[in-house]
């Protein structure tokens, strides 16, 4: 039996964490509308936060938050862990040079679960590639309320070149 050696942990440098948050929480106007700010930014899992505001209520009765966020955010969360991938991939260039690979991401597939009412302060938002080819990438990404509970799923298909 071959043994591998064991795998080592990618820290991104905070050239890149500084530049990759700018783009997605500055550059991206629709994620300023959202209010979405990025938590924890890895190679193989990203996170993210929505606080609760007026401007996003989809149902006024019950205070929800409306689903066209929800499938946003979680398609915008998607595209920061192929982000992160992608910068993982290619550590041997330099941060800003990593940086200037996301001109061509696209979403090409979204699918989202609602599972439960969007009802909260704030919601936490969890992405993952599941497979990063060289010329589309596959994610699975979570949405969850302040409580911990997951309320929505999705999974997503992007174009990376």
């Not at 300023?32 to 989809?58: C, Q, W, Y």
């Not at 302060?121 to 990404?141: I, K, P, Y």
Request: net charge neutral; charged share 25%; glycine share 12%.
């Amino acid at each position: 039996m071959t043994k591998h050696p064991p795998l080592v942990a990618i820290e991104f440098e905070e050239e890149f964490i500084t530049g990759l948050k700018d783009i997605f929480e500055e550059k991206i106007s629709f994620n300023k509308v959202l209010g979405l700010k990025i938590t924890s930014l890895k190679p193989e899992r990203v996170a993210g936060r929505i606080d609760m505001k007026p401007d996003l209520i989809g149902h006024y009765a019950f205070n929800r938050i409306h689903g066209g966020v929800i499938g946003a955010g979680l398609d915008a969360m998607g595209g920061l862990a192929v982000m992160a991938a992608i910068g993982a991939r290619h550590m041997d260039e330099p941060p800003l040079q990593r940086l200037h690979r996301f001109g061509k991401l696209g979403t090409i597939d979204l699918r989202v679960d609602f599972l439960r009412p969007g009802i909260g302060e704030h919601f936490e938002l969890r992405a993952e590639v599941l497979r990063l080819g060289s010329r589309v990438a596959s994610t699975r990404m979570e949405f969850y309320g302040a409580d911990g509970k997951l309320m929505s799923a999705g999974s997503g298909a992007y174009i990376v070149s």
